[in-house]
């Protein structure tokens, strides 16, 4: 009878043990999640990419698409967002020493961080479907992108020190005048350069194009004293930046 209770206490044992393997959230084979393991393995899978855990994904994980939406369009999201431009204040107030010979420079890009694309993808999936590059340069061209208040805000506070905006995009050439149009439009005003891919920049990645770009400023004798951007691919690679900071956004990669 020992004999069998031992038994019997060893496969409960397994049995909790296969049940805790399938609430394990980096188990992606596991099968009928109930909404709180299911909400935790999404919220998991979000962080990892905000972390660069995640890279080079094509689409978000079908059954996270509702959680990215949800996230994407919450308050959580705009906290997020307003904490990490807190943040890039706190560190000009006391970082950078401002030379103010014209060569102190301030690096931005523009889709999710000074111009959000939400709208967009709240009608084509929010990033659970591939994307159809020629419908979004359609929407781009109708120049109706808001906005990113938080972003707007600081914009204008380090123009107003004295330091040189330039706008770094992975946003094609062809898109200029609609991509000049809507940041007016949104509000924005009075950056020294707007670098956008051209044909000869197409074999590059997100990274290698966003450098050179980079290295130009400072050959032409720029300090590039901070970068913002959505994308790791903005804030990443040499030359650098005194400091960079990363915006929210786990829609979609960039490499």
């Given at each position: 009878m020992?004999r069998?209770?031992?038994?019997?206490?060893?496969?409960?044992?397994?049995?909790?043990?296969?049940?805790?393997?399938?609430?394990?959230?980096?188990?992606?084979?596991?099968?009928?999640?109930?909404?709180?393991?299911?909400?935790?393995?999404?919220?998991?899978?979000?962080?990892?990419?905000?972390?660069?855990?995640?890279?080079?994904?094509?689409v978000v994980?079908?059954?996270?698409?509702?959680?990215?939406?949800?996230?994407?369009?919450?308050?959580?999201?705009?906290?997020?967002?307003?904490?990490?431009?807190?943040?890039?204040?706190?560190?000009?107030?006391?970082?950078?020493?401002?030379?103010?010979d014209?060569?102190?420079?301030?690096?931005?890009d523009?889709?999710?961080?000074?111009?959000?694309?939400?709208?967009?993808?709240?009608?084509?999936?929010?990033?659970?479907?591939?994307?159809?590059?020629?419908?979004?340069?359609?929407?781009?061209?109708?120049?109706?992108?808001?906005?990113?208040?938080?972003?707007?805000?600081?914009?204008?506070?380090?123009?107003?020190?004295?330091?040189?905006?330039f706008?770094?995009?992975?946003?094609?050439?062809t898109?200029?005048?609609?991509t000049?149009e809507?940041?007016?439009?949104?509000?924005?005003?009075?950056?020294?350069?707007?670098?956008?891919?051209?044909?000869?920049?197409?074999?590059?990645?997100?990274?290698?194009?966003?450098?050179?770009a980079?290295?130009?400023?400072?050959?032409?004798?720029?300090?590039?004293?901070?970068?913002?951007g959505?994308?790791?691919?903005?804030?990443e690679?040499?030359?650098?930046?005194?400091?960079?900071?990363?915006?929210?956004?786990?829609?979609?990669?960039?490499?």
């Open positions: 020992a069998n209770l031992v038994f019997i206490l060893a496969l409960t044992s397994l049995c909790i043990g296969l049940a805790a393997a399938d609430w394990n959230i980096l188990n992606k084979k596991s099968k009928n999640r109930d909404a709180s393991s299911l909400k935790i393995y999404c919220e998991s899978w979000r962080i990892n990419v905000e972390l660069n855990n995640i890279k080079d994904f094509e994980p079908q059954e996270c698409v509702d959680h990215i939406k949800h996230y994407m369009t919450s308050a959580q999201y705009t906290a997020d967002s307003e904490r990490a431009m807190e943040e890039v204040r706190l560190h000009v107030s006391s970082c950078c020493a401002l030379q103010g014209g060569k102190d420079a301030w690096i931005f523009v889709d999710d961080t000074l111009l959000s694309t939400i709208p967009y993808y709240k009608k084509h999936g929010f990033g659970g479907v591939k994307l159809n590059a020629t419908s979004f340069e359609a929407w781009m061209k109708q120049s109706k992108a808001p906005a990113l208040d938080h972003a707007l805000k600081f914009f204008h506070e380090i123009k107003d020190k004295g330091v040189k905006i706008l770094i995009s992975s946003r094609s050439e898109l200029r005048s609609a000049v809507n940041l007016f439009n949104a509000g924005y005003h009075g950056w020294s350069g707007l670098t956008l891919r051209g044909l000869e920049d197409d074999f590059m990645k997100v990274q290698q194009y966003k450098s050179e980079r290295r130009a400023l400072t050959k032409e004798g720029y300090r590039i004293w901070g970068i913002v959505d994308q790791w691919s903005s804030v690679g040499l030359p650098g930046a005194g400091r960079t900071f990363k915006l929210p956004n786990s829609m979609y990669y960039l490499s």
